[in-house]
T-cell receptor, first 115, second 114 residues
Framework: AQTVTQSQPEMSVQEAETVTLSCTYDTSESDYYLFWYKQPPSRQMILVIRQEAYKQQNATENRFSVNFQKAAKSFSLKISDSQLGDAAMYFCAYRSANSGYALNFGKGTSLLVTP | EAEVAQSPRYKITEKSQAVAFWCDPISGHATLYWYRQILGQGPELLVQFQDESVVDDSQLPKDRFSAERLKGVDSTLKIQPAELGDSAMYLC????????????FGSGTRLTVV
């Protein structure tokens, strides 16, 4: 079974600064997708960014970018110019054919953004 | 924008009682997922449907939990009898086959067992 590990239970960043959230995963597969999801308090899970394992180029979405290190099985999320609305739980997730295409989530990182 | 509908939004039940949650996925999404999310942790897959068939229910506590998706559209997750440890958020998500078009999550049902 694949495991997703987020080693930072909580992170804090000042508004306008940059923060990086860590994620590592364990798999023997070569074809898979990785995701970062955001879950604001009492609100639904929304997709932040996704990365196909076969693509070497790191995905970016506006202020959000990833550092995908396939050999190291590392998938970190960088949030630039942090905003108060970025405060939320962030989950790293893995998906592959062997997992039935279901998302397998890490335990999450709680991000606090201070003014 | 299309949404995954879940009801009820909140549910308080006494232990040993029965409780049921309902999910209506995005129209046309063949795959439906039920996740359980304990406070402060990541969602864990309980059951996955492809149309009306169960694809994966390996983590579903089958002695007390059941799930169905009779017509391959909406789905019901039932717990009987509920236990204190079942207190959690129950999330429903849907996707097209293989999740290629992305996953859409509902707002969840927060269950409190007292």
């Amino acid at each position: 079974a694949q495991t997703v590990t987020q080693s930072q239970p909580e992170m804090s960043v000042q508004e306008a600064e940059t923060v990086t959230l860590s994620c590592t995963y364990d798999t023997s597969e070569s074809d898979y997708y990785l995701f970062w999801y955001k879950q604001p308090p009492s609100r639904q899970m929304i997709l932040v960014i996704r990365q196909e394992a076969y693509k070497q180029q790191n995905a970016t979405e506006n202020r959000f970018s990833v550092n995908f290190q396939k050999a190291a099985k590392s998938f970190s999320l960088k949030i630039s110019d942090s905003q108060l609305g970025d405060a939320a739980m962030y989950f790293c997730a893995y998906r592959s054919a062997n997992s039935g295409y279901a998302l397998n989530f890490g335990k999450g990182t709680s991000l606090l953004v201070t003014p | 924008e299309a949404e995954v509908a879940q009801s009820p939004r909140y549910k308080i039940t006494e232990k040993s009682q029965a409780v049921a949650f309902w999910c209506d996925p995005i129209s046309g999404h063949a795959t439906l997922y039920w996740y359980r999310q304990i406070l402060g942790q990541g969602p864990e897959l309980l059951v996955q449907f492809q149309d009306e068939s169960v694809v994966d229910d390996s983590q579903l506590p089958k002695d007390r939990f059941s799930a169905e998706r009779l017509k391959g559209v909406d789905s019901t997750l039932k717990i009987q009898p509920a236990e204190l440890g079942d207190s959690a958020m129950y999330l429903c998500a849907s996707s097209n086959r293989q999740g290629a078009g992305g996953y859409t999550f509902g707002s969840g049902t927060r269950l409190t067992v007292v």
